[in-house]
């Protein structure tokens, strides 16, 4: 299966006009953003708890990273509010649900194969950086490694800069609302741009809470390459 598979197109998506998609697991649905592979694949997907819901224990062998959106989401590992960042690298076990339900925005196969680090972050409860280069910007750092950079960052209202996507780049607008490159983005709107493009964003009159990745589209990779 292939969706949105050629990383050289800018796609914008808006979760709220994604139908849900049965996982075989019950009570645990997706809503695809791109994908390459079948069952097993590089993917990146918003995914629903129904609550009582569960994956059996399984590995990731080419690491999971996600965002809790809304709920709790559980594991062996802790409880997870919405709020929460998680790295589980390769070969690292566990078994995923969530009493409550919940929604998370999630990406596999995405790792370095060597990468062995784990992360666990309450984005609730760490602090933000003001910018000093992008007035009215703060930064919260999650993860950075020389493939890749993640942050959350904080805009208020109106607050508009740019930036070259060397090795591309992701956004997720986890609050408020933007605009970037003419299009406008709201809670859950999700745009992948392609390496070299530039990123233009302007926060709403509410301001944005965004998570964003760089770098990492120089490593595409799917499951057995």
Known sequence: MKINSDFSERVVLHADEIPWRDSPMPGVSRRPLDRIGDEVARATSIVRYDPGSHFSAHTHDGGEEFIVLEGVFQDEHGDFPAGSYIRNPPTSKHTPGSEAGCVIFVKLWQFDPDDRTHVRVDMNKTGAVTDPERPGIKVTPLFEDHREVVRVETWAPNAASSFKADGGAELLILEGSA???????RRHSWVRIPDGQTVSLKAGRDGA??????GHLRHVRAPGE
Do not use: H, S, V, Y
């Open 209 to 214: 809470l965004i998570w964003i990745k760089t």
């Open 179 to 185: 605009q970037e490159g003419g299009d406008a983005l």
